[in-house]
């Protein structure tokens, strides 16, 4: 029985992939329809790619928040690469090295880049859960992940009322 994700109630059919949710009194997406009360899985199929990236804001907004603190942990790596790379850049320079001028100015440009890009995505992050994480770990995802697929194992089903004896 194809139900609602957001309550579990059954959905109307509106033709095609659209259906209506009497309860919640409104129309459904097909990705939003599911089968017998259960609910949506959030977790990605896939990990992002670094390449992802270099999308464009409106196209991470797209992007699920387990994929966006994926991206984030990227691109704060991306970004302390940067800066090593400028601050070698910046000592050379400071003992002489002049002829590094050209790349030490490349390198702010992508720091800057880079610092934009964190930037975005925190503030994507801050929007969906109120803040975002200071430090990113492997096992922060992970717990967050394993919450997240724990609290779509309890299906969205109310038993029927058994009879009351007199």
Known sequence: MKTCAYC??????????????????????????????????????????????????PELMCFSTVELLFLLKFARKERTD??????????????????????????????????RKCFVLENLIRERIGYYPAKLTDSYIQTLAAKMEESAKKDMVIQNPKPIKN
């Open 82 to 115: 940067i800066y090593k790379q400028r601050y070698i850049l910046i000592r050379a320079m400071k003992v002489g090295a002049d002829e590094y001028t050209e790349a030490e100015q490349y390198t702010f440009r992508e720091y800057e880049k880079a610092t």
């Open 8 to 57: 579990g109630s059954p959905v109307n059919s509106n033709g095609g992939h659209d259906y209506y949710c009497s309860f919640c009194m409104m129309n459904l997406d097909y990705g939003d329809v599911q089968e017998n009360g259960k609910r949506k899985n959030l977790l990605p199929f896939s990990q992002p790619s670094l390449s992802d990236l270099d999308k464009s804001t």
